[in-house]
């Protein structure tokens, strides 16, 4: 798309950028240290991927609900330590100075991730924000909702039937 602007003196600007017809097109902005992510959109990338379309990254770890414990790729290790990003899960990516990931790939329709007993990590990969307490009524069993505040670098939590107060957004894009 190219756009042309006149003045009422002549001056002419011209600014360009392109569109992907049917395909999402999203810049995650990620500070030094911890984020916490999801890739909102189908991209068949694996962890290296992540880690390659940003400078300053070290690593990228996800949850094993069934162990409960992470498995994590850490730049320059063993290629076996690689996995693939599935949609709809939440991602550590840690980062020694802040960075953009721009992501294209197309839309999630759906996801159906088997949630375990125990801490599940999932991503919100919606275009619209909800909130932990939207959230938690929609997954039988739930009993508390937490996000990662990566300037903090430590997490923020939602009990069900706790206080109204520690309710919170949860933005696209965002585990």
């Known amino acids: 798309v190219n756009l042309t602007v006149t003045n009422n003196t002549g001056i002419t600007d011209i600014t360009s950028k ?42 990228v770890s996800k949850w094993d609900a069934v162990l409960q414990t992470y498995k ?49 990590l999932l991503g919100w990969y919606h275009s619209y924000n909800t909130t932990a307490s939207s959230l938690s009524a929609d997954i039988t069993g739930c009993t508390g909702v937490s996000k990662w505040d990566p300037v903090l670098q430590t997490y923020k939590s939602y009990i069900v039937g706790g206080p109204p107060s520690f309710d919170f957004n949860i933005e696209p894009a965002f585990g």
């Open 18 to 59: 392109i569109l992907y017809v049917g395909l999402i097109n999203a810049d995650i902005s990620l500070i030094s240290g911890w984020n916490l992510i999801t890739i909102p959109a189908q991209t068949g990338w694996w962890a290296s991927d992540i880690a390659d379309n940003l400078s300053c990254c070290t690593g």
């Open 72 to 120: 994590s790729y850490i730049v320059g290790g063993p290629p076996s330590f690689d996995f693939v990003i599935e949609p709809g899960q939440g991602y550590f990516v840690e980062l020694t100075c802040p960075g953009t990931l721009s992501v294209v790939g197309y839309p999630i329709g759906s996801v159906n991730i088997p949630l375990k007993i125990g801490w599940n």
